[in-house]
């Protein structure tokens, strides 16, 4: 496929991917960049500046720095645009190959991951845009990712798993969604993705950390875009069975809940940012299969899930705050604050948790260079349902938190980028800890770090060589854990996937 008919054509909506991202961030940086940047992937609300000058859908031009890639490798690998026609598909390969080796791992075979999909989009105007995704992949992973699989059941991120050979897993998942754009500050998205919010590496709000979930989106913008309102609509799983019975020859179902968010974003000036967030999770579904919803769910006001069921309720309720400032072009500053349940109702305290880190884009003067600092602190309690009996009612999906990644405990991020036209080099650096009780403490310190070569921008196409390390120490108990991956891979980037923690 890689070298059958290309035609340059639109971007698909902008990838999540944390460093291809980095471009687009950049320019979002600036003062004069109004656009609401705290929940992903983005809206197309944007003013011609925004629009890549080649293309008359709306997309971000900030891809790439270098002009010779829009003009060459900007092109997608099956592209159908009739001269005489309002409408456009491409549809572009997912690729993954990976192979490494544990270092430390003295049992023979290597890691291996082997990925194969295609992602297909149509635009029908300006005002119609559909996009879809297919994965199938089989994967050798480092114990620890191991030890998750097994004891959780999935993939973290990516779903359920069948095994692959002796060791392996196989697993594939689907995204896709219709976004449709009626009028000039509103905008209809339905689908089955995940979305994120905030400025940083981490959610603590809702992050693209869980598996994917059908949901339904609305956007509107008001006084000149100063105000964007987004309400979103879910159904989430557990994975536990639906009903006590299981029906006879047929696929288990799971116990689904549903769930809503509210984010309402404010430009208070150009160069500040607030945000308030509520997310509730309804009442899973009983032993019988059946949901019990009311009209409160339809309910689209911020705040008014709280105000009526309080904190402290079967249907629980997190409500959070995001801040962005832009203290100059190439710094900005920002911060989340969530709470979950403050009624100290749980015998391990309250539920609350808070983010500051701050962007610095053409770091040192350097142009492309990219540095971050996080700092992430959530309570144990956070997340977890306030009412012991209803464990289901979990902030989670698939048996994943939706929003911070390694559920709680204090963590420090440190992370680095650097692009020189297609050539690309990141670091990070993670340091976790996690107090259980008074005597028992995990320590989790993760290093990765990749140097690679960009093929085409267009589906992220690149070519890399990367390590990894991992140490996990145990206080009082248990010898500590290490993994030292070495690997070199050949992928199509378009979504994040976290093995961070």
């Not at 701050?358 to 992430?376: D, H, R």
């Amino acid at each position: 496929m890689i070298i059958s008919f290309f035609s340059s054509g639109q971007f698909y909506n902008l990838p999540g991917d944390h460093f291809f991202s980095l471009l687009t961030e950049r320019k979002l940086a600036e003062k004069d960049a109004e656009i609401h940047s705290g929940l992903k992937p983005y809206i197309h609300f944007y003013s011609n500046k925004y629009v890549h000058a080649a293309d008359t859908h709306r997309i971000f031009k900030y891809i790439t720095d270098d002009p010779a890639l829009d003009v060459t490798f900007f092109k997608h690998v099956l592209s159908f645009e009739p001269k005489n026609e309002n409408f456009k598909i491409h549809i572009d390969p997912i690729i993954g190959l990976q192979k490494g080796r544990d270092l430390v791992d003295t049992t023979p075979g290597n890691l291996i991951t082997n990925t194969r999909g295609v992602i297909a989009s149509i635009s029908i105007g300006k005002d119609v845009y559909a996009e879809s995704m297919f994965v199938e992949n089989q994967a050798y992973f480092p114990d620890y990712l191991e030890t998750f699989c097994n004891t959780s059941q999935i993939v973290p991120g990516q779903g359920r798993f069948k095994t692959f050979k002796k060791k392996g897993y196989d697993y594939a998942f689907s995204s896709g969604f219709i976004s449709y754009h009626p009028f000039k500050n509103f905008n209809v998205q339905a689908g089955h993705g995940k979305q994120k919010i905030g400025h940083g590496y981490r959610s603590l709000l809702l992050s693209d950390n869980s598996f994917n979930y059908p949901y339904l989106r609305f956007t509107q913008q008001w006084f000149g875009g100063r105000l964007q309102y987004t309400n979103i609509y879910a159904v989430l799983m557990n994975l536990v069975p639906a009903t006590k019975i299981p029906i006879p020859n047929a696929e288990r179902l799971f116990q689904k809940k549903p769930a809503a968010f509210q984010y309402l974003s404010l430009n208070v000036t150009k160069a500040i940012n607030v945000s308030l967030f509520q997310g509730i999770i309804w009442q899973a579904g009983d032993s019988l299969n059946k949901q019990h919803l009311n009209m409160m769910y339809a309910n689209p006001i911020i705040f008014s899930h709280a105000a009526y069921y309080g904190m402290n309720n079967k249907n629980n309720v997190v409500l959070g705050a995001d801040l962005k400032i832009k203290i100059t072009n190439s710094i900005n500053f920002y911060s989340q604050f969530m709470a979950d349940d403050l009624s100290n109702s749980i015998s391990i305290g309250n539920g609350y948790g808070y983010q500051v880190g701050i962007n610095y884009f053409n770091a040192l003067g350097v142009k492309n260079f990219f540095l971050q600092a996080e700092y992430n602190s959530v309570s144990r309690a956070s997340y977890i349902s306030p009412i012991s009996a209803q464990t289901d009612q979990s902030y989670s999906h698939y048996g994943q938190n939706l929003a911070y990644t390694p559920n709680y405990g204090n963590e420090i991020l440190i992370i680095a980028d650097r692009k020189y036209k297609r050539l690309f080099t990141n670091f990070k650096y993670s340091l976790q800890t996690k107090q259980q009780n008074n005597t028992n403490q995990t320590q989790i310190n993760l290093v990765s770090t990749n140097v690679g070569f960009l093929i085409n921008p267009s589906y992220n196409l690149n070519v890399y060589v990367g390590y990894a390390y991992r140490f996990q120490k145990f206080y009082n108990f248990n010898p500590s854990l290490t993994s030292s991956l070495l690997y070199v891979g050949f992928k199509t980037s378009l979504f994040n996937t976290y093995y961070d923690f």
